[in-house]
């Protein structure tokens, strides 16, 4: 996968056309790359989205799907609460992008996806976005109060998740900002 716009046809070609979950949807746009491309029967999209009328303006978007999208308005662990584990063929997490958040997430998401599944996620960097410039200062190896401090912990994350598990190479793609993701093992245990 080069791209995050290839995405849904990499489930296709892996068979995982079932049902997914995109944790983190904004303003859908996302989402519909995914249904545009994938043959899966149901995308869950789960976001907290803000007062200001996304969610409607989201839902409404997306009607076009008809049954294959399901928005829920309610956070992480709310929502993965409501999923069975080992029942979801992918998990797409973009949602708080601290270093405490992913680690949450991660946790969280990793036990609904089947073995044989995908999980991934978005925005694979660590560093801090300069509200004034909107400009991304990338920290390689940040340090814990880095990490404390750090609008984007992802990456510090995500490797630190992988290699605690044992779950093999990471991939990610190309572009800026980056999405990782890796093949669920079949002897997958919950962690």
Do not use: C
């Not at 992480?76 to 992918?90: P, Q, R």
């Amino acid at each position: 996968m080069r791209s995050r716009v290839d995405f849904g046809r990499m489930l296709n070609r892996l068979g995982l056309t079932g049902t997914g979950v995109e944790m983190g949807v904004f303003n859908g746009e996302f989402a519909r790359q995914i249904l545009d491309t994938w043959e899966g029967r149901k995308l869950i999209g789960v976001d907290t989205w803000p007062p200001e009328g996304l969610a409607e303006s989201v839902r409404a978007r997306m009607q076009i799907y008809g049954q294959r999208w399901e928005g829920w308005h309610t956070e992480s662990l709310k929502a993965a609460e409501k999923v069975a584990d080992n029942s979801l063929d992918f998990v797409y997490i973009d949602a708080d992008h601290t270093y405490q958040a992913a680690r949450r997430d991660l946790g969280l998401w990793w036990p609904k996806v089947k073995p044989g599944g995908v999980f991934a996620g978005h925005d694979y960097w660590n560093g801090q976005r300069d509200p004034v410039t909107k400009a991304k200062r990338t920290i390689l190896n940040p340090t814990k109060a880095q990490l404390a401090e750090m609008n984007f912990g992802v990456k510090a994350a995500v490797d630190e998740f992988v290699v605690q598990h044992g779950l093999g190479e990471l991939q990610s793609t190309k572009e800026w900002p980056s999405s990782w993701w890796l093949r669920v093992p079949t002897g997958k245990a919950n962690v």
